[in-house]
């Protein structure tokens, strides 16, 4: 039997952005949550997104495997995002009501 024991290296490529139950890539303000629309978009390509939003390849698939490692979290939170804004009124709809408004 072997006593083999594997050094685990982390990547830190993922944190919580403070006060906030969101992921983002260190240092970018590019959240898990925004980069999860991507992962099944045949419109987009690694190197699009990764010239687009000035991250790494690295940078997407750590993301991408951290939604998938939290994925109830990371959709619960984007279901009750959507929920959210989608309770508010539109743009639109607010302008008319202020000019209704005397």
């Known amino acids: 039997m072997s006593n083999y024991a594997p050094d685990i290296v982390p990547i830190n ?3 919580r952005k403070p006060d906030s139950n969101q992921y983002r890539i260190v240092g970018k303000g590019v959240t898990v949550e925004f980069l999860v629309d ?3 978009d045949p419109n987009w390509t690694v190197e699009q997104i990764a010239a687009g939003w000035g991250l790494t390849p690295a940078e997407i698939y750590a993301a991408w495997a951290f939604y998938y490692e939290h994925k109830d979290e990371i959709d619960e939170n984007r279901r009750l995002n959507r929920a959210f804004f989608e ?3 539109s743009y639109r709809e607010h302008l008319e009501n202020k000019r209704r408004k005397p």
């Open 38 to 40: 991507f992962i099944h």
């Open 13 to 15: 490529l993922i944190e």
């Open 87 to 89: 309770s508010l009124p």
